[in-house]
């Protein structure tokens, strides 16, 4: 089974606490992605570039 990821817009709002990683507009590897960590309720921060997105 070819399982990915769901990519997740800059600012998006109540979405699961945990770490989310920045990954490119189809899911693939950036140079130096953010990492950031989130709590219930928050929202995800801007992207380095438009168009990137976040992952879990």
């Known amino acids: 089974m ?3 990821k769901p990519l997740i817009k800059p600012g998006t709002d109540n979405c699961p606490s945990g770490t989310y990683h920045e990954v490119g507009p189809r899911g693939g590897a ?3 992605p953010r990492v950031v960590h989130i709590d219930p ?3 995800l ?3 380095q570039e438009p168009g990137h ?3 879990k």
């Open 2 to 4: 070819n399982y990915k």
């Open 30 to 32: 950036v140079r130096d």
């Open 41 to 43: 309720g928050d929202r």
């Open 45 to 47: 921060p801007p992207t």
């Open 53 to 55: 997105r976040w992952t």
